[in-house]
């Protein structure tokens, strides 16, 4: 099955569109689990546990299990997923782009090493830095479009020649030359949803990975306008400090599970309207 298969069965069995960013940050996570032999898996089982039937996918970002000498726990989390909850397919967040054999090597880690259903990357080295990744067909590339950062302005919103931004040229881009496997979905930010419905009119129903809810400061009403497919569906809605974190006490997986349906039933409270 590929990634794009997957979402779409996730999107049908799960009822949901929330995305759960994977963030563990062992600063913030409970006493409980601190002491174990591996923290930052045990934090992330009891969280997948829980949200599980929330979700229609996991988002671990790579930089928190690097930066924390775990990238033994970031595979034994998706490893995880894997065995457990072979439906929900997991996006390693890793932002990755290069050219030649490094990106090979890049795409040889997101898919071998790690296993990841689908993996994000930067476009602003061309089509030279993403083919290696686009060749895995089965696989999904998630491109960055539109940003939720505020300093995404900077580079993103350039006019071109044309008159057109920078972000649209890389979404016009994406559904067309680039996506010559049909593998691909955009990352387009919750904190700019009227630039995330000029994406959505250009690229069709093709997926799109929203940031910037909860934490950021996203409007749901705003994305759901502006962001749903044909079909009611078409995002990932990602969520991870507004989740993992919700609880600091030995009831943080009860509390994330929590978390997780209530953003779910809201953002399908706006479906269905």
Known sequence: MTFMEKLEAAWKKSGSLVCVGLDPDLAKMPDCVKGAKYPIFEFNKA????????????????????????????AMTIAYIKENYPEIP?????????????????????????QGD?????PYMGMDALKPFLDHADKG???????????????????LENGE????????????TWNYNK????????????????????????????????????????????????????LMINSSRGIIYVSKGEDFAEAAGKAAKELRDTINAYRKA
Not at 118 to 122: L, Q
Not at 141 to 159: F, H, M, W, Y
Not at 165 to 176: I, N, Q, W
């Open 90 to 114: 997991v996006i390693l967040d890793a932002k990755r782009a290069d050219i030649g054999a490094t990106t090979a090597m890049y795409a040889k880690e997101a898919f071998e090493r790690f």
């Open 165 to 176: 931004e920078m972000f649209m040229h890389v979404a016009r881009l994406a559904s067309t």
């Open 47 to 74: 969280i997948i546990d829980a949200t599980a039937d929330a979700v229609c996918c996991y988002k671990p970002q790579a930089a928190y299990y690097a930066g924390q000498d775990a990238d033994d726990q970031l």
């Open 183 to 234: 593998n691909i979905a955009l990352v387009a930010g919750a904190t700019f949803p009227e630039q995330l419905g000029a994406i959505r009119k250009v690229t069709g129903d093709m997926p799109l990975l929203v940031p910037g809810i909860g934490a950021q400061g996203g409007d749901i009403a705003a994305v759901m306008k502006n962001g749903l497919d044909s079909n009611g569906n078409g």
């Open 141 to 159: 590339v998630i491109i960055l479009c539109r940003t939720s950062n505020p300093g995404a302005k900077e580079i993103q919103d350039i006019k």
């Open 118 to 122: 689908a993996v994000t990357v930067n």
